[in-house]
């Protein structure tokens, strides 16, 4: 059967727009940040024949759990400023091998790049929110300038980080009310940053590597570009905030608490008073 053009896709459409919208945001230079997106079979057999490997690259963790499964994932060392000008570069649709250690390139990384540095955070992370939330489909990467200022700055507990994203703009506690997890400085693209950005996966949709940038999570590429926003937009607060000489007065914990009600919202046990 004839297959359409894949650029028409909607999931590819997603990509160019998520990554042309994070370089505006200026959270993506060169090429920092990145994006995978869980897909399933049906979402890409109208577009490509499944049966027809390009190549296969192998991964050096154990990526079992996700054995069969389809993603599309940004390339290393690709720019998010060009994708949308060379989509089939700068993107790859792969699918996990049954022995969970290759992937089989079905599309894309037309130049013969390969995927994300990061895959080991990406793919652990998705094993993870997986199995709290069978909807997860994004795993997303980038450089938010405020967040990442606010790790030299704010106290690197998870608690306090998050106490204060949440004084910072009242809908915070409603978008993220089980915090941030913070991973400790670990050299990105490894098996460890991974495993221990995985760990925190378990309870929170956003961890910061300090220092470095953020991770978000979510059932669809608006709840995770959401949550890093929400967080990015009270971390920018802070730091004008801190600017203008500090905190004068701000939501308290009673106010938090009544908010958390008010949305139906559960706050991390034991981060308010
Ligand atoms: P990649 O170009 O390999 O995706 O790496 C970018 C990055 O942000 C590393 O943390
Ligand atoms: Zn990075």
């Known amino acids: 059967m004839k297959k359409i053009d894949l650029l028409h896709a909607p999931f590819v459409q997603e990509m160019i727009e998520t990554t042309s919208n994070l370089y505006r945001l200026g959270w993506d230079e060169r090429n920092g940040g990145n994006i995978s997106y869980l897909l399933q079979e049906a979402d890409v057999l109208p577009f490509i024949d499944t049966k027809t490997v390009i190549r296969q690259i192998p991964m050096n963790f154990n990526g079992k759990e996700l054995a069969g499964r389809y993603f599309i994932v940004t390339g290393s060392g690709k720019y998010f400023k060009n994708i949308s000008k060379n989509p089939d570069e700068g993107l790859g649709i792969v699918r996990i091998k049954e022995d969970g250690q290759t992937l089989e390139l079905l599309w894309g990384f037309t130049d013969g790049g390969l995927p994300t540095s990061e895959l080991p955070a990406h793919f652990m992370s998705h094993i993870e929110r997986l199995k709290v939330d069978p909807e997860n489909r994004i795993v997303m990467h980038n450089h938010a300038t405020h967040l990442l200022a606010m790790t030299f700055t704010h106290e690197l507990t998870e608690r306090a980080f998050t106490r204060t994203l949440w004084q910072m703009c009242t809908e915070c506690l409603v978008v ?10 670990i050299v990105p693209g490894t098996n460890e940053i991974g495993e221990a950005t995985a760990e925190k996966m378990k309870e929170f949709r956003l961890v910061v590597w300090p220092h470095h940038g953020i991770y978000g999570a979510g059932k669809d590429m608006d709840e ?13 607060v802070y730091t004008y905030v801190m600017a203008q000489g500090g905190v004068k007065q ?11 009600r008010g949305f139906n919202v559960v706050p991390r046990e034991g981060y308010l008073k």
């Open 176 to 185: 993220f009310p089980e915090g941030v997890g913070i991973v400790p400085w």
């Open 250 to 260: 701000t939501i308290t914990d009673e106010q938090l608490v009544s908010l958390a």
């Open 224 to 236: 995770a570009f959401g949550l890093i926003e929400t967080a990015e937009k009270a971390a920018q």
